[in-house]
């Protein structure tokens, strides 16, 4: 295999693979959080903000915000299953055109309590979206190759945030047109693409390599073989009770989750909050929806520009932990800034968390091995961090605006706590982005492949990439 060859198997795959990825999680953040554009559309004009028509006060719209996050952890977990048996063009379909009509209908909601339950069912409509992508791309691309691929694609949410906030601005001025306020006018005008791009994936999208019809043989072949042998495939059973078992047990996949639910506070902290935080800066109206742009066009080059120094230099945790870093110098400058200047730079660095959570997830991918253990290790994790959906609407809450000084501290914390957790892995684990061997009471246990001693290779695992093809490696970590 000349690597000639292989650069213009993945180029080809690119094309063929990543608009469609990136358009698709660009629309479902939009849809996910225009609730906080809606919240403060029009908020310059009496009795037509989103607040004023529903009767949100107090902590009501952090209800709504937080009960989104049932349905959707409930139903995320066993989503990458059913991704695996229904075939990805056809499952991400599902949840597009779901979401996209939800979204839609969302727009003739009269009251609080029927905002609540089309809140409940976006919850259902979107679950497994995101796990499922990561899951999707480790069918396609070496450990090494995916998180340049995954920042491109999570990237989408800070485009989306800056489009999200463009759009917002030009919608406050629909506000009266068709007799409905500017805030339905977000809501139709955001769900409708999103059906239309779902019913394109279900025709467009390849499910995997070895059925892809824009490869040829040989490429098809090349595709698979180059991924070596502990990649998930298309081939794979559907759900093995013994992979399963595996990872469920492990000790990995438990820090991770944990890990995984600190960093996610900070995600929806900001998707559903950064408005009315700019807003709690003085600004009003369109200034504070236009205001949201700056911040998440500088988190696109950091977390693009992060994921690929990561890939090049096939290490993860530094990447991890200086992402970290960035943002938790953010929830400072917001928790301590007196002046507006300063609390809206803490805004644009808290906008680049996905420069931490994308060499993080693709840390994870490189400890799993196979189709199974791979939908849980995204899945499942992912669900569980999800439950912070329910924890980081209140950590905004109405009483302690408008500088929120508990939530930033609280989220300051939590992001230290990753930190940590971030070093113990490293620890364990290794720095690579490669799959890695297990060091510890590995020959006791008998769900890994050969059931063998492995050599102690000390903390950062196989010296390099061809030495750790050597060995044998766990069906799951």
Known sequence: MSDQAEKRLVRKLDLHIMPWIIVSYL????????????????????????????????????????????????????????????????????????????????????TYTGMIVCRIFLGIAEAGFFPGIMMYLCFWYKPSERA???????????????????????????????????????????????????????????????????????????????????????????FDKVEFIATIKSWHFWVFSLQYFFMTNSLNAFGYFAPTIISAMG??????????????????????????????????????????????????????????AGRYIGTCLIACTNAAVIPFIAYRTATVTGATSTAIATGAMIAIANCAGAVAPYLFRSKDSPHYYPGLWTLFAMLGASIVLTGGLWYKLGSSSEYRDRLEEVEDEAQYVGQVKLPQLGRGGAKNDEEAADYKTPTAI
Not at 215 to 226: K, M, P
Request: with cysteine; net charge positive; glycine share 10%.
């Open 283 to 340: 600004f009003k109206g369109y200034q504070a929806q236009l205001l949201t742009v700056p911040p998440n066009a500088f988190a696109f080059f950091v977390i693009i520009g992060n994921a690929m120094w990561s890939d090049k230099r096939k290490e993860r945790p530094t990447h991890i932990i200086g992402g970290l870093i960035l943002v938790a110098i953010g929830y400072i400058l917001l928790a301590t800034v007196k002046g507006v």
């Open 27 to 110: 629309l479902n953040y939009l849809d996910r959080t225009n609730l906080g554009n809606a919240r403060t559309l029009n908020n310059d004009k009496p009795g037509e903000s989103l607040v004023e028509t529903l009767k949100l006060a107090g902590d009501k719209y952090n209800l709504v915000v937080a009960i989104f996050f049932v349905p959707y952890v409930i139903f995320e977990f066993p989503s990458n299953i059913a991704l695996k048996y229904f075939t990805p063009s056809r499952w991400i379909a599902r949840i597009m055109v779901s979401w996209g009509i939800v979204t839609i209908c969302s727009a003739a909601v009269k």
């Open 148 to 238: 340049t691929r995954m920042a491109i694609f999570a990237a989408s949410i800070a485009v989306a945030g800056a489009f999200g906030g463009l759009i917002a601005t030009g919608v406050s001025f629909m506000s009266g047109k068709g007799n409905l306020y500017g805030w339905q006018w977000l809501f139709i005008l955001e769900g409708i693409p999103a059906v239309i791009v779902g019913v394109l994936i279900y025709f467009f999208l390849p499910d995997f390599p070895e059925t892809a019809k824009f490869l040829s043989e040989e490429e098809r072949e090349l595709a698979v073989t180059r991924l070596g042998p502990y990649a998930p495939k298309g081939t794979d059973k559907h």
